[in-house]
């Protein structure tokens, strides 16, 4: 491994070169700032608060100190800024006032982009951070661009980010003949802080310039540096501050109106509806330190649509969560199953999508019609969040679902209702404590799930606990750390739900060949427990880190988190080496070394591999990525699904793509993919497009079509005993999709927008070749495999049987397992923030959903059958109102 990064090192160094700009006297190698911290100092605003309108000629502005010595962080680090910065700050007993001065030498080329709240755009920028516990671990973060566009983010574990948290307060920008003012009006009542005689916070200052690329700051953030918020400066000078009383309550109603594709007969499906709804969104303050925040009948509307899959594995797919009020305060409930950035990190104890989910029973339609229910109704919900003086980071979410019941009619006409999901009761529980101003950090974490179950429902769990602690532990000025979790696992309900737990993809217990779990069909409780520890290297141009996880057979976490497997050792190394200067070619290079191995409670090779991933910037601002992945040979313990463990062929696949400069009012960048496995046939092939097009600086169109290309000469189909013995059937799968995702803006104002969005989808399946498992964990691949020759495939419309004993009649029947399935989903939302924090929606949505067993691709007549299949459209009216007494 050595000798490899050796040789991606003497490469690169001939393209990138080391720094040519030296650091300034603040900034050291190591990639920390040197020194005590730097301070500003804010005036109190005695004659009056200013006018915030983007003038800052207001006098009371000349009562508070300049500052001003902004360094760049690109594109040349250490240096001094290229355009002088200034800011100013004041308070009053409610506010903080915040001036900013962005001189300009090419005024004309100031970039000023119009686009809805929290859009990113390539415009020139300013924002202002503050870490008001000062705690140095978190912030809040407010920007605005030259047009009034707002962007406002809650920094959190010193160096992550989260863009979904929205805040109440004002902003205004003007542009004139020496360059751009920002004036910022931040309420008292959207920080955090403790009462004290004198307040000192975290605090930093940002400029963007676009046309140069240049970032700067008043305090250095140096590019390898690990932290962020912990290299902020101070803001001090805040005297007899009282934290304020926090109340805010927002009202809304909701109209919506649907039509949809009638179904005759269906008393369900008329082909059109209506319905009108009212709730309410609440905050008020515990105290200085603590917000509690509930939710009564809370709306999801005007949510986007979950992307199109179609998934033939035996793994749930994930979806993020899109939901405003479970978005909010992620951070502090955040717990991770797994370390890294591929498909682990979407495993952790809380997955709030759970909550108000799609209904996991069905209704019996009694030969008659029942009524679909596509979520859960959440009746109401609530969470206690903050942070204590003295670094105790608090959370708590509760959350009730009401019984939902889906209406049936039978075939004589009958009324009856039928429970599809519970009555259920969720609680997750967060409590951490930072140490060594946040060097250190150490927590617990609990979640409970409670249901109340009728008969036909007992096939889920009564309740299900988990708990966990972890901790991180950062060390030698912020380049090493060390963390770590331990959880543990107890659900426990009808020997049913435990049974189905068992039985479950992630962990197989009835398996015939493993003799290191046993299925019981008798258990009415199962419990397990996991672990997981990293060590690594987190600053500087060379980093690294190693660790292991691991999760015992019976750990369950997914009625309230989400998690794929169980049973399982997993050991990695990763190794990087970054380019942080501008050279030749390169802006920035970075590359890095993976290597792992898991291994299951039975000490069976599950997995051994390793790849190598590199991204770039070029010196035009063109970025691009590219890897390669090898996977050894291995055991297999969950292709049969539930069967006995198979082995699995080694596989290579390998990945690149690039995007042009950001900047540009047209602009693109494409992406492709390759697969192969060792010792068949087995490959796939994907290639991904996106154009954009600006063409004003309030208009911004994309469309990102994509096709994919997969060939899996032993797809899994089912299961059966015949003459009893148990069968395995596959298939040799041949697959193409084709998706095109599109999305518009249009923006008349920073307070008013028009965003549409469709996907139309395709995917179309065909099986020419049918196998059995003959022989299991045989010496080669193919000779674990019995092909069905022509004779023992019967083929009748399209059904397929496969005949065992080739008597001439089928033994067991497949269906027609071709498919052929179309999506199509959009809409297209009207946004109005017609006061502070009170905003207007007009939503339509659009859907169709069909499927075919043809399992043929033909794009023309796959897009006509598409805009043949059911439709639905869905018109809906939202107003809230924000009140905050």
């Known amino acids: 491994m050595g000798s490899r990064i ?16 030296p650091l300034t006297a603040q900034q050291s190698s190591a990639g920390k700032v040197d020194g005590p911290p730097a301070v500003a100092i804010a005036v109190r605003a005695i004659s009056g608060a200013p006018r915030v309108d983007g003038v800052m000629d207001d006098l009371v502005w000349q009562l508070a100190p300049v ?92 160096n992550n980010q989260d863009n979904r948290w929205d805040a109440v ?63 902020f400066g101070d803001l001090t000078g805040i005297e007899s501050i009282t934290p304020p009383r926090r109340l805010e309550i927002m009202p809304y109603t909701l109209a919506r109106m649907s039509r949809e594709t009638a179904q005759l007969g269906n008393p369900f499906r008329t082909g059109s509806s209506g319905s009108a709804t009212a709730g309410a969104d609440i905050k008020f303050g515990l105290g200085p330190a603590l917000t509690v925040s509930a939710t009564i009948n809370p709306d999801f509307g005007q949510v986007e649509a979950d992307p199109a899959v179609v998934n033939l594995s035996a793994f749930e797919s994930f979806f993020p969560e899109r939901r405003p009020f479970f978005n909010e305060g ?36 009694r030969g008659g019609f029942a009524e679909q229910v596509d979520q859960t109704t959440i009746l109401a919900a609530a969470k206690i969040s903050g942070k204590t003086e003295d670094g105790w980071s608090i959370g708590f979410t509760g959350a009730v679902a009401g019984d939902e019941t889906a209406q049936v009619i039978d075939a004589n006409g009958a009324s009856f209702g039928d429970i599809v999901e519970p009555s259920t009761t969720y609680i997750v529980g967060r409590l951490s404590r930072d140490l060594r101003e946040g060097q250190t950090k150490v927590g617990v974490f609990a979640t409970m799930v409670q249901r109340s179950l009728p008969e036909r429902l007992n096939f889920l769990h009564r309740q299900a606990l988990t708990g966990g602690f972890d901790w991180t532990h950062r060390f030698n000025d912020d380049t090493y750390q060390f963390s770590g979790r331990f959880v543990g696992s107890y659900v426990e309900g009808s020997a049913e739900a435990i049974s189905r737990t068992q039985r479950s993809s992630a962990r197989y217990f009835q398996r015939p060949d493993a003799d290191h779990v046993e299925f019981n069909p008798n258990r009415t409780t199962l419990g397990g427990v996991g672990a997981g520890v990293n060590f690594g290297k987190t600053a500087g141009n ?129 992406g492709g993919w390759i697969f192969s496995q060792d010792d068949n046939d087995s490959r796939g092939a994907g290639v991904n497009v996106n154009l954009s097009w600006r063409p004003l600086t309030n208009m911004d169109f994309t469309a990102s079509p994509g096709i994919n290309w997969n060939r899996d000469e032993w797809q899994y189909l089912r299961s059966a005993t015949i003459a009893d013995n148990a069968e395995y059937i596959f ?14 803006n249009v923006t008349l104002s920073p307070t008013f927008s028009l965003q549409a969005y469709m996907e139309p989808f395709v995917s179309a399946g065909r099986y020419d070749t049918f196998r059995r ?30 005949d065992f004993d080739g008597d001439g009649t089928g033994d067991l029947g497949l269906g027609n397992p071709d498919f052929t399935f179309l999506s199509f989903r959009s809409n297209l939302v009207l946004r109005w923030e017609y006061s502070l924090g009170s905003t207007m929606f007009l939503v339509w949505q659009h859907g169709r959903t069909g499927f075919n067993s043809e399992g043929r691709f033909d794009f023309g007549s796959n897009v006509s059958d598409l805009f043949k299949a059911d439709f639905e459209n869905v018109l809906l009216f939202k107003v809230n109102y924000w009140i905050s007494p």
């Open 6 to 21: 050796h040789v991606v090192s003497s490469i690169v160094l001939g393209l990138v070169a080391s720094s040519p700009h």
């Open 67 to 158: 500052f001003s010595g902004f360094v760049q962080r690109d594109p040349n680090e250490g240096e001094p800024a290229t355009e002088k910065t200034e800011f100013r700050v004041l308070y009053t007993d409610d506010a903080l006032y915040i001036g900013v001065r962005a001189y300009d030498s090419k005024v004309d080329e100031i970039a000023a982009l119009l686009t809805r709240r929290d859009e990113h755009s390539p415009s020139d920028q300013i924002a202002v951070m503050i870490d008001s516990y000062r705690d140095r671990r978190t912030a809040f973060q407010f920007g605005v661009n030259p047009a009034g566009v707002k962007q406002d983010a809650f920094l959190f574990d010193d």
């Open 169 to 231: 307060w004002d902003v205004a920008t003007s542009i004139d003949a020496e360059g751009w003012t920002a004036e910022f009006l931040i309420p008292f009542n959207q920080l955090r802080f403790t009462k004290a005689d004198m307040n000192t916070f975290g605090f930093n200052v940002y400029r963007r310039v676009n046309r140069l690329n240049e970032e700067q700051y008043w305090r250095p953030l140096p590019k390898d540096a690990s932290g962020r918020v912990s290299l």
């Open 330 to 365: 992620l951070d502090i409930f955040r717990f991770r199953l797994a370390d890294g950035d591929g498909d682990g990190s979407q495993e952790g104890l809380f997955y709030t999508r759970r909550i108000g989910r799609r209904p996991q029973g069905s209704p019996d339609a």
């Open 542 to 670: 060379w980093r690294w880190a190693t660790g292991l996880d691991t999760r015992s057979p019976g750990l369950e976490v997914n009625d309230i988190g989400f998690q794929r497997s169980a049973d399982q050792t997993l050991q990695w190394i990763w190794v990087s080496r970054r380019w942080l200067q501008p050279g030749k070619v390169f802006r920035r290079f970075n590359v890095n070394l993976n290597q792992w191995s898991v291994w299951n409670y039975g000490w069976e090779r599950l997995a051994t591999g390793g790849n190598m991933n590199a991204n770039f910037t070029l010196t035009n601002y063109w970025n691009g990525y590219f890897g390669y992945n090898r996977q050894l040979k291995s055991l297999s313990t969950g292709q049969l699904r539930g069967g006995p463990a198979i082995d699995r062929p080694g596989a290579n696949n390998a990945w690149f793509g690039f995007q042009s400069d950001s900047r540009k009012s047209l602009r693109g960048g494409a």
């Open 731 to 744: 298939g040799d799968l041949h697959q193409t999709t084709v998706s095109m995702t599109f999305r518009g």
């Open 773 to 802: 498992i003959d022989e299991p964990r045989a010496a080669t691949f193919w000779d674990q495999f019995e092909t069905f020759d022509s004779g023992q495939v019967i083929e009748t419309d399209g059904a397929i049987e496969l």
